[in-house]
T-cell receptor
Framework: AQKVTQAQTEISVVEKEDVTLDCVYETRDTTYYLFWYKQPPSGELVFLIR??????QNEISGRYSWNFQKSTSSFNFTITASQVVDSAVYFC?????????????FGTGTRLTIIP | AAGVIQSPRHLIKEKRETATLKCYPIPRHDTVYWYQQGPGQDPQFLIS???????DKGSIPDRFSAQQFSDYHSELNMSSLELGDSALYFC??????????????FGPGTRLTVL
């Protein structure tokens, strides 16, 4: 069975501060994908990143960066110089690479509030 | 770029009524997924279709059924609605490249309220 844990239920930071959202996962699959999705107050789910289990390189996209550590089964997400528009619920998710079993297993989400 | 289209965006039904949710995947995407997100919860997988065939099934109630049509759009049919069915229903689509897996892109969701 797959499981994703986001221990931080809610985080509030002042604008321009850096913030890291934690994600820990469990899976028996040898290959898998990890994802981050953003759900703003408007409700849609916005794809942010996909990481293959065999690629442990960290990734940076503008103010966003992701740290994947297979040894600790973690896939953490850092927002640098946070902005009010970053306020949202962020979901970490996991899927198998096996055909017919690609459903996403989500964590419970972290509600991030950026205070102006 | 074209995104996943879901209709209707909002739906209000009475208990025991029937509802049909529609999903139009991103053009050329061959796989559709349905998820249910209750208030304050994470999305839960319901069912998926690949090339018009059911490919995986999650915790979908027997009162719900779904299918994918020849034009790849999908419909989720919900009967004997219960108060607990009130939720945000997402459709996502992806393109499988051979034996690989592409990213699931989500539609805006259909908010179902059962009174």
């Amino acid at each position: 069975a797959q499981k994703v844990t986001q221990a931080q239920t809610e985080i509030s930071v002042v604008e321009k501060e850096d913030v890291t959202l934690d994600c820990v996962y469990e899976t028996r699959d040898t290959t898998y994908y990890l994802f981050w999705y953003k759900q703003p107050p408007s409700g849609e789910l916005v794809f942010l990143i996909r990481r293959n289990s065999f690629d442990e390189q960290n990734e940076i996209s503008g103010r966003y960066s992701w740290n994947f550590q297979k040894s600790t089964s973690s896939f953490n997400f850092t927002i640098t110089a946070s902005q009010v528009v970053d306020s949202a619920v962020y979901f970490c998710a996991l899927s198998s690479t096996n055909f017919g079993n690609e459903k996403l297993t989500f964590g419970t989400g972290t509600r991030l509030t950026i205070i102006p | 770029a074209a995104g996943v289209i879901q209709s209707p965006r909002h739906l209000i039904k009475e208990k025991r009524e029937t509802a049909t949710l529609k999903c139009y995947p991103i053009p050329r995407h061959d796989t559709v997924y349905w998820y249910q997100q209750g208030p304050g919860q994470d999305p839960q997988f319901l069912i998926s279709f690949y090339e018009k065939m059911q490919s995986d099934k999650g915790s979908i109630p027997d009162r719900f059924s779904a299918q994918q049509f020849s034009d790849y759009h999908s419909e989720l049919n919900m009967s004997s609605l219960e108060l607990g069915d009130s939720a945000l229903y997402f459709c996502a689509s992806s393109l499988k490249r051979g034996a690989g897996l592409d990213t699931q892109y989500f539609g805006p969701g259909t908010r179902l309220t059962v009174l």
